[in-house]
DNA sequence: TCCTTGACTCAGA
DNA sequence: CTCTGAGCCAAGG
């Protein structure tokens, strides 16, 4: 399961919740603004990353965007309890459109924080 | 203690 | 395009 360390979740979920309506952003992509748990090496953070940003979203508070968050490839992922039709809805509700396949327009709807705001929470301005 | 299970991603085949 | 395997501070049965 691939539990990641509590502060890499709160960073998580903090990142979460600052995503607009209507964008987008990806496991991966939220990883890759959080600084490595100190000690680990770099090449095994970015390997396990994105699979700790699911694992977090997994058991995150209700409150959050949740939906806002799909895989790299644009598709909603698959997960435990109710199926990804819940998420698809929601997302649709904020104007998003799939395509035959089942995809998201990931280049023109994934959202980036602020650089400043990413400095003043001590997160990475460069992935 | 061993084994399985993952809200991931990328490179290869 | 689809399918694998490898990457790796974990828990629960």
Redesign the pocket.
């Known amino acids: 399961?691939?539990?990641p360390?509590n502060e890499f979740q709160a960073q998580v979920y903090l990142i979460v919740s600052m995503i607009p309506p209507g964008r987008l952003m990806?496991?991966?992509g939220i990883a890759a603004l959080i600084p490595p748990?100190?000690?680990?090496?770099i090449?095994?953070y970015a390997?396990?990353r994105?699979?700790w940003?699911?694992?977090a979203?997994?058991r995150?508070p209700g409150e959050l965007p949740?939906?806002r968050?799909v895989?790299?490839?644009g598709r909603v992922?698959?997960?435990?309890g109710h199926g990804p039709h819940v998420?698809r809805a929601r997302l649709e509700e904020e104007g998003l459109q799939f395509d035959d396949?089942e995809r998201l327009d990931l280049a023109n709807r994934v959202w980036e924080p602020e650089e400043t705001w990413l400095q003043a929470n001590g997160l990475l301005t460069q992935s």
């Open positions: 399961m691939d539990a360390p990806t496991y991966g748990p100190p000690e680990m090496d090449q095994a390997a396990i994105a699979r940003a699911g694992y979203l997994a995150c949740w939906h968050v895989n790299a490839q992922s698959k997960r435990p998420q396949r």
